[in-house]
């Protein structure tokens, strides 16, 4: 995929992780200048030395993307360098131990079962779900705020990558605070697309099938290489049999963010599962 991003500044958060530390590097790699966002200050500028390592322009930017203080130094450090936002990623997410239940389905005995520690629904810590919910969609919609501004007083308008999920179409069991939270991502991208039409930004989303990431890598495998019981009943239900890679995302956000090739695509989700969210499971 051939993009020309040159004289563009682009903005990623969570830039530090697996999945959007290769979109940064596929953005510099199409001649963007690229700040690199992320909690730890180490792992954005880890990322952003191996882009300029790689002859392109990069910067490793702390930033907190629930504290719009943290949000708002960072953006003058990203103008001082760069100028202002034209392509904003909002990488910045998670799930969270304090929003997920122990089982699939609730059982009658797990609500009087003493010897096994099952947390169920109705043992859900309320500020682990807000938690969650915060991360994932004020560290959507905050960050938004803070470097786009430039974007819609520019009128040369500009374009942001939001990261929904397939929980977003069809939830999965055991993450009611993550599928929730990625839901009102999707629904938060649809909104925006509509309110920045007439300014001339873009906005479209995707949503990743299954990748593994630290996040979720011991969920999904074993530590020896093998597959979980929960990653074997993810690829059983993936047509296309794997995981996918980091690289498998970058295409479709270089294509989304290319004004020649995606102009008049405005609101979307596309789906990058391999099938998943296309397959009954019959």
């Known amino acids: 995929m051939k993009v020309d991003l040159t004289g563009k500044t682009a903005v990623v958060t969570g830039g530090g992780g697996i999945l959007c530390s290769v979109m940064a590097k596929a953005l510099a ?18 990322v952003a030395s191996e882009i300029n390592a ?11 993307v629930l504290e719009i203080e943290s949000l708002k130094e ?8 760069f100028g202002p936002c034209d392509i904003l990623i909002n ?30 629904f109705f043992d859900l810590d ?4 807000q938690f969650v919910f915060n991360l994932n969609f004020l560290g959507t919609l905050l960050p938004t705020q803070v470097f786009c501004r430039d974007m819609a007083k520019s009128g040369k308008g500009g374009c942001i990558i939001n990261i929904s999920s397939m929980n977003a179409f069809t939830p999965l069991t055991k993450i009611p605070a993550y599928s929730g939270a990625k839901a009102a ?14 300014v001339n930004i873009r906005v479209n989303a995707i949503a990743p099938g299954f990748f593994l990431t630290e996040q979720n890598r011991t969920l999904l495998t074993n530590p ?10 993810i690829l059983a239900h993936t047509p296309m049999g794997r995981f996918g890679t980091p690289e498998d995302l970058t295409g479709a956000v270089l294509f989304l963010i290319d ?24």
């Not at 929003?99 to 009087?112: A, M």
């Not at 991208?189 to 920045?196: D, G, I, K, M, S």
């Not at 020896?224 to 009943?233: I, V």
Request: proline residues 3%.
């Open 29 to 46: 790699r199409s001649g963007a200048k690229v700040a690199v966002l992320d909690l730890k200050k180490e792992a954005a500028e880890k």
């Open 74 to 81: 960072a953006y003058r450090t990203v103008f001082d360098a």
């Open 91 to 120: 990488g910045a997410g998670g799930n969270n131990p304090r929003g997920t239940t122990s089982k699939e389905f609730l059982q009658k005995e797990d609500l009087t079962e003493t010897v096994e520690k099952v947390t169920t």
């Open 126 to 129: 309320p500020a682990g779900v």
């Open 259 to 282: 004004d020649t090739a995606a102009g008049f695509i405005n609101g979307v989700v596309l789906p990058i599962d391999g099938a998943f969210s296309a397959f009954s499971g019959v």
């Open 224 to 233: 020896d290489g093998s597959l979980t019981a929960r990653g074997n009943t």
């Open 185 to 198: 991502v999707s629904n938060f991208t649809q909104w925006l697309a509509v309110h920045f039409s007439k």
């Open 54 to 64: 790689e002859g392109g322009q990069a910067i490793g930017v702390a930033a907190n």
